[in-house]
């Protein structure tokens, strides 16, 4: 099986940075693409940024400019590198990996669509 474990959350004031990780742990192969989504109170759960194991990159409009993905491959670990943060960033921002390619409990090739970390807060807030 395969967990994802973010880290890197937590209070930042209006202008601030913060650096999110997720790790990818378990019996993996290959995992197709690592993203970052979000979901403040109330609201549903956007994509913020993806990017995938040729180092494709796509961002949410919102946060073109001020966020940056990126992937250690060898480690199975995202990175989201925020910076200029607005109180609207605030949320739980969930790391998600898709298309992952696994060896099961009898060492077979495995394929799943979707993991989900547990999810870290981000509060922008003076």
């Known amino acids: 099986q395969v967990q994802l474990v973010e880290s890197g959350g937590g209070l930042v004031q209006p202008g601030g940075s913060l650096r999110l990780s997720c790790a990818a742990s378990?019996?993996?192969?290959?995992?197709?693409?690592m993203g970052w989504y979000r979901q403040a109170p109330g609201k549903q759960r956007e994509l913020v940024a993806a990017i995938t194991d040729g180092g494709s990159t796509n961002y949410a409009d919102s946060v073109k400019g001020r966020f940056t993905i990126s992937r250690d491959n060898a480690k199975n670990t995202v990175y989201l590198q925020m910076i200029s943060l607005k109180p609207e960033d605030t949320a739980v921002y969930y790391c998600?990996?898709?298309?992952?390619?696994?060896?099961?409990?009898?060492?077979?090739?495995?394929?799943?669509?979707?993991?989900w970390g547990q999810g870290t807060q981000v509060t922008v807030s003076s």
């Open positions: 998600n990996a898709d298309g992952v390619k696994y060896y099961s409990s009898d060492l077979r090739l495995d394929y799943a669509m979707d993991y």
């Open positions: 378990g019996t993996i192969f290959s995992i197709y693409a």
